[in-house]
């Protein structure tokens, strides 16, 4: 098994673009989470998606930031405009289903200039 | 999710039984204890979990006190690449609240 996938591992950017980050989970796992973190914050969760549908999205820091999972193994998370605060190391991580262990990708390493 | 407490930061020497404890007064019933940890750069990685009762696999032991107050992550022989910050978690359901974590640091 491949793990989660995550993409681009690094992007560097300038403020005010539009930034897609991708994952790929586990295959056979229903929930899928969204994580930041920085130094300041620590590790935060963002979104859950159950089956596709998203369940919370209370971390989601604001309307810049939008997730969406059109299938059952692909996600992405998009910010768009970006900010030097957006930046940060990304995590998608997949659970098979609940209570179950959460599986962590690699995480995106983000920069926004 | 309840509050956990761990010490910021722990030594230990290579070889040796790594001890981590955590402290989570306020746990609930159905709450289980659940530890993570992260090893510089990458994704965290689950290590175990447990309820009530004492548990282990091939990476570590859980010792949860009978009050469920606390509990100790313990690495039986702490190899260099056991170095990380290591997460304790209490949880219900989907949310894994990471603290600050203890950083672990294996000297040879």
């Known amino acids: 098994d491949a793990g989660v996938i995550q993409s681009p591992r690094h992007e560097v950017t300038e403020m005010g673009q539009e930034v897609t980050l991708r994952c790929k989970p586990i295959?056979?796992?229903?929930?899928l989470f969204w994580y930041r973190q920085t130094m300041m914050r620590g590790l935060e969760l963002l979104i859950y998606?159950?089956?596709?549908?998203?369940?919370?999205d209370s971390g989601m820091p604001e309307d810049r930031f939008s997730a969406k999972m059109p299938n059952a193994s692909f996600s992405t998370l998009k910010i768009q405009p970006s900010e030097p605060r957006d930046s940060a190391v990304y995590f998608c991580?997949?659970?098979?289903?609940?209570?179950?262990?959460?599986?962590f990708g690699p995480g995106t390493r983000l920069l926004v200039l | 999710d309840a509050k956990t407490t761990q010490p910021p930061s722990m030594d230990c020497a290579e070889g040796r039984a790594a001890n981590l404890p955590c402290n989570h007064s306020?746990?609930?019933?159905?709450?289980?204890v659940y530890w993570y940890r992260q090893i510089h750069s990458q994704g965290p990685q689950y290590i175990i979990h447990?309820?009530?009762n004492n548990e282990t696999n091939e990476m570590a032991s859980l010792i949860i006190t009978e009050d469920r107050k606390s509990s100790t992550l313990i690495l039986p022989h702490a190899t260099l690449r056991d170095t990380a910050v290591y997460y304790c978690?209490?949880?219900?359901?989907?949310?894994?609240?990471f603290g600050a974590g203890t950083t672990v640091t294996v000297r040879a």
């Open positions: 991580a997949s659970q098979k289903g609940p209570g179950e262990t959460q599986y």
């Open positions: 295959s056979g796992h229903n929930s």
């Open positions: 998606f159950n089956n596709n549908v998203p369940i919370d």
């Open positions: 306020t746990i609930s019933g159905n709450e289980y």
């Open positions: 447990g309820l009530k």
């Open positions: 978690i209490a949880s219900n359901d989907y949310k894994l609240s």
